[in-house]
């Protein structure tokens, strides 16, 4: 009977998360929201999750475990895009969440965020590894318990001068980088295309590095 209930539930599109969870991808991309934080070296992951989401007409338009989501087919499969609410060092709460909401396992978590110890324009996918001072990440390690889930880092560069560390994260970019910028996006958005459709090693070899 269950059965055939579940049968009615998948026509309608009422699928459980639990039935969905093993199938599913969780892309997160790290920001902060807010109109007066766009376009900042912070907030990479969410422009990069934008790009995808123009890109592949997948509207960000729910709201639920203290982020903005939407649902879409990423290489032929299933993907929740997802932008955290919560400012950038709470990060983790959201995600966690979505996680264990959907049952999603942690081999098909990817989050996308920006990174301080890379030149700009340079990519780097790897399968685990330490927070690095991302303070996004950090938490996410933290909310998780683990350090073994892939990340997408985008590279910002460190800040010259006397600028502070924390200024500079929260700057806009350069007009050289702003020429850039469209190009880097959409490298890191095939990146993701290819983590989704190919796996991480794939993707790594083919878009870890600087373009050209």
Do not use: W
Not at 55 to 60: D, G, T
Not at 102 to 110: H, N, S, T, V
Not at 151 to 168: A, T
């Amino acid at each position: 009977m269950e059965q055939f209930f579940e049968m009615i539930r998948a026509r309608r599109g009422e699928t459980q998360p639990a039935a969905l969870g093993s199938e599913l991808f969780l892309i997160v991309g790290l920001g902060n929201p807010g109109r007066e934080y766009r376009g900042t070296r912070h907030n990479f992951g969410f422009m990069v999750v934008d790009r995808l989401c123009g890109r592949l007409n997948i509207p960000l338009d729910k709201s639920q475990h203290k982020a903005v989501t939407g649902t879409g087919a990423v290489s032929g499969k299933k993907a929740l895009i997802a932008k955290p609410q919560t400012f950038m060092n709470l990060s983790g709460q959201s995600i966690s969440a979505l996680l264990k909401y959907y049952k999603i396992p942690l081999a098909r978590l990817l989050v996308i965020h920006d990174d301080l110890d890379l030149p700009f324009g340079t990519l780097r996918m790897r399968p685990g590894g330490g927070a690095g001072g991302q303070k996004g990440l950090a938490s996410a390690i933290q909310q998780l318990g683990t350090q073994q889930f892939a990340r997408l880092r985008c590279g910002i560069d460190h800040p010259s001068g006397h600028i502070s560390v924390s200024d500079y994260v929260l700057s806009k970019f350069r007009k050289e980088e702003e020429a850039e910028l469209p190009d880097v996006l959409d490298r890191a958005a095939d990146a993701v295309i290819s983590f989704i459709g190919d796996g991480i090693q794939d993707a790594m070899t083919k878009y870890n590095g600087k373009a050209g």
